[in-house]
Nanobody, 121 residues
């Protein structure tokens, strides 16, 4: 397992931008998939964006074109650049890491503690 620490959340007005960071406790080069999830009050946790070790990305339809996920293997960090934020993006954002084995057997992998993002209208 790997420890993950998120940062970069905060309060922003609609239309603004934030960049979230997820720092891992060890090298992420071998981690198969890293992703950002979010959970709004009263709702289930949902996938926002994910990136594989080869650099392939996948986004939720609601954020496509506004959010960008990237990874810096040298810094053991994954980022989520969020632009054109909307009030409906308000949620706690969680970082997730899965090994190839965890992906294959559909396990949860490792989670960070979450960072709050609040978008005001």
């Amino acid at each position: 397992q790997v420890q993950l620490v998120e940062s970069g959340g905060g309060l922003v007005q609609a239309g603004g931008s934030l960049r979230l960071s997820c720092a891992a406790s060890r090298s992420i080069r071998s981690i198969n998939t890293m992703g950002w999830y979010r959970q709004a009050p009263g709702k289930q946790r949902e996938l926002v964006a994910m990136i594989t070790s080869s650099g392939s990305t996948n986004y939720a339809g609601s954020v496509k074109g506004r959010f960008t996920i990237s990874r810096d293997n040298a810094k053991n960090t994954v980022y989520l650049q969020m632009n054109s934020l909307k009030p409906e993006d308000t949620a706690v954002y969680y970082c997730n890491a899965k090994s190839a084995f965890e992906v294959a057997v559909n396990r949860d992998g490792s989670w960070g503690q979450g960072t709050q993002v609040t978008v005001s209208s």
